[in-house]
């Protein structure tokens, strides 16, 4: 069973819905002003990873109109509503796991909640292939769920769709990062509280190429 179609195939079907709940969630805000204000230009080369609907992108846009902003997601749904939200950026579909195939540099990647749908593997080599498409002292930005669990969570959601949920630990994601001669610049942990009430603890590094 390929866990990735599932996951793939759910983020098509459910990528209206996903916009309307999430598209002006402003949890991350200070997040994303982090990782602006580490870069060294305000034309600075950006690519996003896992855009969604695009709502990090039109954060960034908003605040620093000059960057050269490329947005990319596995979904083709998310990609539609990503164009009609932030129609002045480039915009593609990109699985992230084809990112060595990318043969331009960037000053900044941004990679928002992308890392819980991938996994340990995959999460290594989202990392060294960071590191190559990066220009000496640019910013990587990750968000995640920390957890020890080994395999991904399956997911349904009331329509029945399936997403497969991957945790990942925070010594071993900055140890990755020290390997790649990434510098951390902070680690950040927030609360987001879901619709049942419950609260789950959300995780974010920011890192500069050394």
Sequence with gaps: MDTYKITFKTWDAIALAYERQFMDLNLYDDSYELFLSSLDKPNARILELGCGPGMIARFMMQRFPDLNYTATDVSAQMIERAKLNVP?????????????????????????????????????????????????????????VAGNQTEPVCMIDNEGNSLYFYYHQAEELKKELAMHDFELIDSICLIYKKGNGVEEEHSIMVARKK
């Design 88 to 144: 002045q950026i480039n915009i593609k579909v990109l699985d992230c796991r084809g990112l060595a195939n990318v043969k331009q540099q960037f000053d900044g990647i941004v990679c928002g909640f992308t890392l819980p749908y991938l996994s340990k593997e995959d999460r290594l080599k989202l990392v060294s292939d960071s590191a190559a498409l990066l220009s000496s002292k640019g910013v990587l930005y990750l968000s995640y």
